[in-house]
């Protein structure tokens, strides 16, 4: 059984940082396209960065300058890291394996930016 597991979510002040961690199990994840997704409440879930199995990187207007994908296929693992972090930028975020017409999602983690 594939699982997608995200953690490092919270509640941080503008301007700060958070580092959010996606680890998966049942599967290699260096065979996947890995996106991070974000859904804000009232709002679609939208497409905040992905990285092929190659290393290829790509965001949102909205975050990039400030947020990074990385991979480490030796931990199974993708990670985003988010800078200067914005009010607007509050919401679940999801991350998101594909290969092929094969698609997995995590369950989420809450990140909150308030003073």
């Known amino acids: 059984q594939v699982r997608l597991v995200e953690s490092g979510g919270g509640l941080v002040q503008p301007g700060g940082s958070l580092r959010l961690s996606c680890t998966a199990s049942?599967?290699?994840?260096?065979?996947?396209?890995m996106r991070w997704h974000r859904q804000a409440p009232g709002k679609q879930r939208e497409l905040v960065a992905g990285i092929t199995n190659g290393g290829t990187t790509n965001y949102a207007d909205s975050v990039k300058g400030r947020f990074t994908i990385s991979r480490d296929n030796a931990k199974n693992t993708v990670y985003l890291q988010m800078n200067s972090l914005e009010p607007e930028d509050t919401a679940v975020y999801y991350c998101n394996g594909i290969r092929g017409s094969i698609g997995y999602w995590g369950q989420g983690t809450q990140v909150t930016v308030s003073s």
């Open positions: 049942g599967t290699i994840i260096s065979n996947y396209i």
